[in-house]
């Protein structure tokens, strides 16, 4: 079964019609997206979450110092959203992603729907590449809402007093804000890298419970590996490790070094995963239902 | 229908060669591992941070004459004492800063901060409260507010530089560090009526002084012992009896210390004919 095509093609006389392409099955992979309540539920969630958060980290006694900007919750607004991020990176990022894409692959195995996926005019390839933009289009648009909604709420409960930054300057509200929504952004490629991760997962195993805990699970492992003394080596190779690049942002001078490696580490375990889940994909036998 | 069951051993043994190849490379890349949290990289980090909050501590103090350039912060920082690599992530940093502030005792620098450095090259520090205040500070409008410098957290570029410091600051006492040791005078000693000999023993300045024992040989024959306890920088003498119709005048006194040093194991008098 290593034909690109699945459609039995038409007599060419009779198909004056152009064939749907990319776009065809992408709007549709939106569409059963925007039908899943799962989808709609996490998108509300990041929405709500945070304005509940901020106001019980207000609430808060004592500041949670443990956490970098943890000790100035109660004095500026501008440290709650990098608070959140720092936790964000650890395990919130990496499910919401998994949480449509661990499961785009697998739902079809689970709901017994390949066979009818793959019998429409459109090549496995296209399937492959509608699924993983709209996976990868559902974790940008989640990263965004969550970030919006974490600034937004935290700016109007607490203020937007200056900022004291990672090496103890004083940052005006105005550049502040630039910092922080710069931090939130770079969360984008490892939040990706995850993505892609997912998407193998969720080809592999075609189980949409393991493919969206694995990731989570594993992006906690090697948090914990990454906090470890004896395995600096590897930090760098990390899915998490980029989630702390924006450190240097809120240095001064500020650094980008941890950024650019980021950016490679997620981009190469993306190539690696997506390259991996294309092949699987198309190499795959589909008969049964 | 789940695909992750119908796993067989056949179609295993790749991840298992894949997982293992992995692992070997982890435990390969594992063994260079060098930590980007080094004593050079906190000494130029922990200064800058701490004078920038010190500056704020300053305004809500209203102290004046204090900035981040006069202060002139410099940082000392050690891993977990003399016998541990400076390197690596651990609670167990100690930094001795010093700066400049026309509002403080000054002979209280250099301040002991203790850092808890971070993996990922972020640490926490805490400064002695004798120098930076403790945790609440009342403003100069008399308001109670959280003290900028008392405990703070910093993050330092992994590819900043590494290049030593040089700053040398830990605190220097008054009394040399070293132990203290003994020296016996060697001059010619007299027997009185009893035959008894009285050797100076002098300690030099140092640690808790000089405590040990004497044991005197008569030309190679043993005729007494005698132990000494001497304050540092102090002088004294201890009683050896030689016994009658000994002779011989080259008297060996062989020093065991217990408490300091001596400055040689043995020392040789003279005894004056009687």
Redesign the interface.
Known sequence: MSTQEIAPSLPTAAAPRRRPGLGAALGWELTKLGRQKRAKATVALAALAPVLIVLIVKGQQRPP?DS??G?YVH?TGWSVPLLMLGFAGQWVLPLLTALVAGDIFAGE??M?TWKTVLTRSVSRAQIFWAKTLTAVLFAVSVLLVLAASTILSSIVLVGHQPL?G?????IPSHTAWLLVSGSWATAIPPLLAFTCFAILLSVL???PA?AIAAPVVIGMVMQLG??????????P?LLTTPF?AW??L???PR?Y??LEWGLVSSAAWCVISLSWAFVALQRRDVK?G | ????RNLSPRRLIPWAIGILALVVA?AA??S?????VTRARLER?LP??????YV?QAALLGHKGVSAKSMHTQAQCDKGGPKVADR???ADWICYVSWRDPNVDETLMPGKFEVSA?????YTAGGPSKLVGLLTITDKHGRDV?N?VF??????????SNEPTGVNLEPTKSSPTGPAALSIATGTLHPDVRGVVRPTLSCAPGQEGCGGSVVARLDGKRVGTATYALAPDSKGAVEIELPRGATGSRLVLAVTPVIGDTVRPAFTVRIAPR
């Open positions: 110092k970098l900007f000790r004095e195995d689970q017994g004291v990672l090496t103890g300057q004083l195993s075609g189980n393991f990454g906090t470890l003394g004896g395995v600096e080596a590897l930090r190779f702390e450190h240097g809120l240095a001064s650094f070094a941890p049964g | 229908m789940t695909r992750i982890s890349l594992t260079t591992s060098q930590s980007s980090d800058r941070t701490f004078s920038n909050l704020q690596g992530a651990g971070h993996s990922n090259n972020c959280p900028p405990e703070f957290d910093g993050c330092f570029d992994p590819h900043g």
